[in-house]
């Protein structure tokens, strides 16, 4: 089994998520898409419950689903119930897929704070990874930048993927009031609206 791992807080999902996703199983060939929700200590937490970004993250599954069943969603970080590190996730699917073909899906963000990952050497080891940045060259500053040498570097594939959607802008453009309908996956818009997410307490 080839299987990929796209995780975040997904605080919410959006387009440029789901854009990732499908170009991911069609670019890649594989044979499972693991959404796993997180709770990144790298980050501010997150906004919505818990409860509510797993829901959130299955209505993009299930988007990603009506053109080919490929993608599920982890729970287990977030059941967790303490900051979660992708190594221990990497471990988690290994136990349950029996899979040791795994591809973690990352930003160029993360790609150049990788770093900062716990065991991230480590994750080098036992992944490989998907690096989705605005160029698909792999520049001698970007392997600076992520404290790489070359040779670590032929764990990396880079794909050019620009598409400049930000969960924490329409979280903000949500909480004025804003329509967002046409930057995420209908079923998720209609969540937050029927669950009143990132709207602002009433004076």
Known sequence: MRLAVFGGTFDPPH???LALCLYARELLDIDRLVISVSNN????APCSSDRDRVNMA???ADTINCTGNTA???SWEV???QASYTIDLIAYIE???SCRDITLLIGEDNYRALQQWKSWE???RRCNFVVFGRTAEKSAEACEAAGLETRREEKFRHIGFNLPLSSTELRERISSGEDCSDQMPSPIWRYIVEEGLYRRAKQ
């Open 15 to 17: 387009n440029g998520h």
């Open 122 to 124: 480590e994750l080098l």
């Open 72 to 74: 599920e969603v982890c």
């Open 79 to 81: 059941n967790r119930g």
């Open 95 to 97: 136990e349950v897929y």
């Open 41 to 44: 200590p790298l980050k501010e």
């Open 58 to 60: 299955g209505l993009l």
